[in-house]
T-cell receptor
Framework: QKEVEQNSGPLSVPEGAIASLNCTYS??????FFWYRQYSGKSPELIMS????GDKEDGRFTAQLNKASQYVSLLIRDSQPSDSATYLC??????????????FGTGTRLLVSP | DAGVTQSPTHLIKTRGQQVTLRCSPK?????VSWYQQALGQGPQFIFQ???????QRGNFPDRFSGHQFPNYSSELNVNALLLGDSALYLC??????????FGQGTRLTVV
């Protein structure tokens, strides 16, 4: 079993729709979770972090965490063509140290059509 | 405030050669981590430097080595390059209890 799993996609949504991206992880003790956006040929850009169960909203983005189910998701409301990118889920394997040792999924490619 | 900067942006090397990649962390960050991202894959953790010491290492051979300088900048060295080392090499900087931010990466091509 991979440590962090994502559907590779592509996930295709029309402009203005809600895009839902999902991620599962294997280490039940993981404490911090991140979503990075990566445009083709570019480096990952942090868009959301989440540490507690429930929802965290930032503009059009909502991250959801369910530690019991070992599940993290990212919702993008009012999707725009500029949101077309690969979205990487990352889990910090460090616990209680303040350091970041990230394990990434393979990423989900999102395509938003005008 | 300058973010994480890496150099060079692109590099072409021949099998068997050695390469050095450089990274300057974001202002206020003291920890540098290096990741390798092969095409179509997520980044994989190579190692992490803090206080000029390697504090964590991923599943990479000893051909991969690094260094951190007193100003927190870092180098990644790869010896005896293989074709399979062709990838995007990413540097991430972080402070204690802060998220990790990536540089623009170095695209290494081994021919």
């Amino acid at each position: 079993q991979k440590e962090v799993e994502q559907n590779s996609g592509p996930l295709s949504v029309p402009e203005g729709a809600i895009a839902s991206l999902n991620c599962t992880y294997s280490d039940r003790g993981s404490q911090s979770f991140f979503w990075y956006r990566q445009y083709s040929g570019k480096s990952p850009e942090l868009i959301m972090s989440i540490y507690s169960n429930g929802d965290k909203e930032d503009g059009r983005f909502t991250a959801q965490l369910n530690k019991a189910s070992q599940y993290v998701s990212l919702l993008i409301r009012d999707s725009q063509p500029s949101d077309s990118a690969t979205y990487l889920c990352a889990v910090n394997m460090e616990r209680n140290t303040g350091f970041q040792k990230l394990v990434f999924g393979t990423g989900t490619r999102l395509l938003v059509s005008p | 405030d300058a973010g994480v900067t890496q150099s060079p942006t692109h590099l072409i090397k021949t099998r068997g050669q050695q390469v050095t990649l450089r990274c300057s962390p974001k202002s206020g960050h003291d920890t540098v981590s290096w990741y390798q991202q092969a095409l179509g894959q997520g980044p994989q953790f190579i190692f992490q430097y803090y206080e000029e010491e390697e504090r964590q290492r991923g599943n990479f051979p000893d051909r991969f080595s690094g260094h951190q300088f007193p100003n927190y900048s870092s180098e990644l060295n790869v010896n005896a390059l293989l074709l399979g080392d062709s990838a995007l090499y990413l540097c991430a900087s972080s402070g204690r209890v802060t998220e990790a931010f990536f540089g623009q990466g170095t695209r290494l091509t081994v021919v």
